[in-house]
C-alpha cells in the first residue's frame, strides 16, 4: 500500500473543550495509533486563520501555547507525529498566494460558510445591503490558505469535520486547477488530489442550551467542560446541565436533546455504543445518568488535564517540539515549492 500523508489543523482559540476533544483531537491520536509505520501524520496549530477574526495579542499568544502543550497531552507523540505552528513555516503563505491567483472568485462565493459569514452581516431591512466592514478578505479567501496547508505536503487524506467538506472539494478543485495548468510531459502532476477522511461525527450540544453545540464563543461558561477542569467543576457543570422532565432514560436526540447529549457524552467517553448505553438507564432518573456523567468525563480527562498542568509552564519544551516540528515540515514544504516555483516559472 502507498503511503499516507495525513493532514490536519486547529485553530489556537484557547483551551479546548469536550466537544472539541470527542470531536477533534481525540481522532487525532487514533489516527497516529492506526497509522501505518511510513505514513506521514502533520498536526498543525493554524495561528493565521485565527485572524480572520479579531484577536487579541496577549490571549493570542497564549492560545498557542495552550494549545501546542493540550495537544501533547491528549497523546500526540512528537517522535512519531509532526506537530507544528502554521506561522513558522512561510511556505503556506507562498502556496497560498499561487493559489489564490489560480482560484475563481465564484468558487469562494459559493462556500457556506461564507454564505453564512455575508447572511449575518447583511442588514436586516435589505437583501443585498451588506455591511462590508464586518467582513474582511481573509474571511473570504481562507478557504484558500487552508487549501495551501494542505496541498504543500501533498497530503493524500484530510481529517477533519463534516462542516469542512465543501473545503476539501474546493482543495481537490484547486490541485487540479494547478497540476493542469502546468503540466509537464513525462512528469507526474504536482498535487494529489486529497480525500475526505470521515471521522466519526460526536456532535456535542452546549449543556446550558441543546439547541446549539458546545463551543467557546458561547458567554455562559457552564455550557462547556473544559479539559482543564478539575472533577468538581466537571460535577458540577454536568449536575446543572438542561435536560428534561421526562420519566426515565431514552436517547432521543429530537424531542430530548439535553438527555441524549449525556448519553452521546457517556457513550464517547466510554467508546460505547449510545443506544446500549440508553438502554441501561432506561429505568433510571437524570440524577444517576449525570452522576455517571462526571465520573466519566473525569475518568477521561484526568490524564490529559495532569500532562497538561505538568508541561504548560515548560516552556523550553514546548519551544523544543514546536522548532523541530516547524522545521521537519518544512523539509516536506520546501520540496513542494521547488517543485511549484519551477512550474510556475519563478
Ligand atoms: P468552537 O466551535 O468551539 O469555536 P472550533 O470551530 O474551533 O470550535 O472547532 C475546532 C474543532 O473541534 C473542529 O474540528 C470542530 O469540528 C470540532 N468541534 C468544535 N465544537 C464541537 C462540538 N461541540 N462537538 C464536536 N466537535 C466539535
Ligand atoms: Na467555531
Not at 512528537?78 to 465564484?106: A, K, V, Y
Not at 495551501?148 to 478543485?173: K, M, N, W
Not at 507526474?188 to 470521515?198: A, E, I, M, Q, S
Request: glycine letters at 4%; hydrophobic letters at 40%.
Amino acid at each position: 500500500p502507498s503511503k499516507h500523508v495525513i493532514f490536519s489543523g486547529i485553530q489556537p482559540t484557547g483551551i479546548p473543550h469536550l466537544g472539541n476533544y470527542l470531536g477533534a483531537l481525540s481522532n487525532w491520536v487514533k489516527l497516529q495509533k492506526s497509522a501505518e509505520p511510513d505514513d506521514v501524520l502533520l498536526f498543525s496549530i493554524v495561528g493565521w486563520h485565527a485572524l480572520t477574526l479579531s484577536q487579541d495579542p496577549v490571549s493570542l499568544r497564549s492560545a498557542r501555547d495552550d494549545m501546542l502543550a493540550v495537544i501533547l497531552a491528549t497523546g500526540i507523540d512528537p517522535t512519531r507525529s509532526i506537530l507544528f505552528h502554521q506561522d513558522h513555516n512561510l511556505h503556506h503563505t507562498e502556496l497560498c498566494w499561487i493559489l489564490n491567483c489560480l482560484t475563481p472568485m465564484g468558487k469562494l462565493r459559493r462556500m457556506t460558510t461564507w454564505k453564512s459569514r455575508l447572511a449575518a452581516s447583511r442588514n436586516a431591512n435589505s437583501e443585498d445591503d451588506v455591511d462590508e466592514s464586518l467582513l474582511n478578505a481573509g474571511l473570504f479567501t481562507y478557504p484558500v490558505l487552508q487549501a495551501a496547508d494542505v496541498l504543500v505536503y501533498r497530503a493524500t487524506h484530510v481529517p477533519v469535520g463534516e462542516d469542512q467538506r465543501q473545503h476539501i472539494e474546493l482543495i481537490r478543485d484547486l490541485a487540479d486547477i494547478f497540476n493542469r495548468t502546468f503540466k509537464n510531459h513525462g512528469k507526474p502532476p504536482v498535487f494529489p488530489l486529497p480525500v475526505y477522511v470521515d471521522t466519526p461525527s460526536k456532535r456535542i450540544l452546549s449543556l446550558k442550551d441543546p439547541s446549539s453545540k458546545m463551543s467557546k464563543s458561547s458567554p455562559d461558561t457552564a455550557s462547556r467542560i473544559l479539559l482543564t477542569d478539575t472533577a468538581s467543576q466537571i460535577k458540577s457543570k454536568i449536575r446543572a446541565a438542561v435536560t428534561d422532565s421526562m420519566q426515565g432514560i431514552t436517547y432521543d436526540p429530537v424531542s430530548r436533546p439535553g438527555t441524549s447529549n449525556l448519553l452521546t457524552i457517556l457513550a464517547a467517553c466510554t467508546d460505547n455504543n449510545v443506544t446500549e448505553v440508553a438502554k441501561l438507564y432506561a429505568n433510571k432518573g437524570h440524577g444517576h445518568l449525570k452522576s455517571d456523567v462526571a465520573d466519566a468525563v473525569e475518568e477521561l480527562l484526568k490524564a490529559p488535564r495532569a500532562e497538561f498542568e505538568k508541561i504548560r509552564h515548560e516552556k523550553a519544551f514546548l519551544e523544543d517540539v514546536a522548532r523541530k516540528g516547524a522545521s521537519q515540515a518544512m523539509q516536506y514544504s520546501g520540496a513542494t515549492m521547488d517543485e511549484v516555483r519551477k512550474r510556475i516559472g519563478l
